[in-house]
Every structure is written in C-alpha cells, then in structure tokens.
C-alpha cells in the first residue's frame, strides 16, 4: 500500500516539476546545487548540465545506482526505487544542442517529522552522482575588435586567408578613399568606402560591416552606385565581398 502511495506522489511530483519547468530557468548545477522541497515527502531540482544529452543518458544509471536505487529506462526518463521502497526518484535528460543538457530530478521519499528528510537526502546524493566530476564550461571568448576602423582601412592584412570574415566600423561623417571593383573588391580598396558603393552604410551616418575574403580575380569592374565611383582595374591577388 504504501510503495503505492509513494509512486502516486512521485508521479504527481513529476507533473509538477514539469509545470514548474515551463517557468523556471534552470541553473547550473555548478552553482546552485541540491534539491528543493515541493511537497511534503518530496524534493525537486532542475539544472542546465555542461554535458550533452548522450553523457547525461550515461551518468544517470550510474548515479541511481550510487545511491541504492533500482532502474527502468524510458526514452529520457529514468525510474528508480530503493528496496524497501523508502525513496524512488525520477530524472530527464532534455538535450539543449550545444548549449548542454536540462537535468530534471524529482525524489519521494519516506517523510520525517518535518515531511522532507529522505526526499531531500536522495535528492541532493542523486544531484552529486549525476554531476561528479562535471567541469564548467569555459566562459566565451571575449568579443573580437573590429579589424578595421576608419574609413583608410582596407582588407589587405586580411590577403589569403580566404572565407574568412572580419568587421570593420566606419565612423560617421566620412571621407570618400579610393575603391577597386564592383560587388568583389581588390582587397585594397577602402572596405568603408566600398560599403557606401555596395548601399549598406551612408557617409553621413558610418555603420558596422562584414567582409569575407576572397581570392584575387583576373580583373575588376568599375562602376557608380550610391555616389560613389570604383576604378576598374586588372589582376589581382587578393579580394573581398560584403556579407550580411
């Protein structure tokens, strides 16, 4: 009767950490460990894991298992119960792509005078099971500068290193440089001024631009669009091309 009453609380418990999930922002276990109680004799957590969801579907057995707890696999669920059935919990492992995983663990357990010990005990050795040994993520890189920031600036300390792309800033108020082409400019050109030809800034208001490098081209068009007018020119070794 009572391993009966303890599955019927923790299936309720899983429904209610799933609408609780609809609303909360998961933490990094890293930095908010342990379970939290939401009814009594049951405990709650929820946590954005550094791992991927295949690591997480490989932790788990091995945590239920540190604990003492029986397992049944279903999907990205995984059910458990202790022998006497004192304590059973369920966890999800939620793939996040790139980003990690959502680890979701829920826990009933025998209640104390104060309703909540066993829940929270499993809880908490479950949580430490499933994340041992989980290092944090390394933070982003910090936001590269711009390669270019005025409107001299050209593309040719880029020259070579083709499909790669680099920003440039042109500042307001600019000045018209010399430019070679038309959609594919020598990598000489002023990138800014090239940009006021290709309709994606003004001089006026400047603005922030993408290039990606190209390779030379046997010859390059010249043309007038925007104000501006780009000298043809012959073969050259190095280019570039705007991308949004």
């Not at 792309?165 to 400019?185: H, M, Q, S």
């Not at 006026?204 to 043809?232: D, F, K, L, M, Q």
């Amino acid at each position: 009767m009572y391993a009966r009453s303890l599955v019927r609380r923790l299936l309720l418990g899983t429904v209610v950490a799933a609408l609780v999930a609809g609303f909360a922002s998961p933490a990094s276990a890293l930095d908010q460990p342990g379970v939290r109680k939401i009814a009594p004799g049951m405990a709650w957590g929820q946590w954005t894991a550094p791992f991927d969801q295949s690591e997480c579907l490989s932790r788990v057995p091995a945590a239920f298992q540190a604990v003492g707890l029986s397992l049944e696999r279903h999907g990205r669920f995984f059910f458990g119960a202790s022998q006497q059935q004192e304590a059973s919990a369920v966890v999800s492992c939620y793939s996040l792509g790139a980003s990690g995983t959502i680890v979701t663990l829920t826990t009933a357990g025998t209640p104390d005078r104060t309703g909540y010990h066993t829940a929270l005990v499993v809880g908490n050795k479950l949580q430490a099971a499933i994340f041992q040994n989980a290092a944090k993520p390394p933070p982003p890189p910090p936001p590269q500068p711009p390669s270019g920031s005025d409107w001299t600036a050209t593309a040719k300390p880029y020259r070579g290193q083709n499909t790669k792309r680099f920003d440039f800033v042109c500042p307001a108020n600019g000045k018209a440089e010399i430019v070679w082409g038309t959609d594919l400019y020598s990598d000489d050109s002023s990138v800014c001024t090239a940009a006021v030809h290709a309709g994606l800034i003004t001089f006026s208001a400047g603005g922030r631009v993408r290039i990606e490098i190209r390779p030379g081209a046997e010859s390059y068009a010249g043309s007038t669009r925007n104000g501006v007018t780009t000298t043809p020119y012959a073969r050259d070794v190095g280019s570039f091309v705007f991308v949004r």
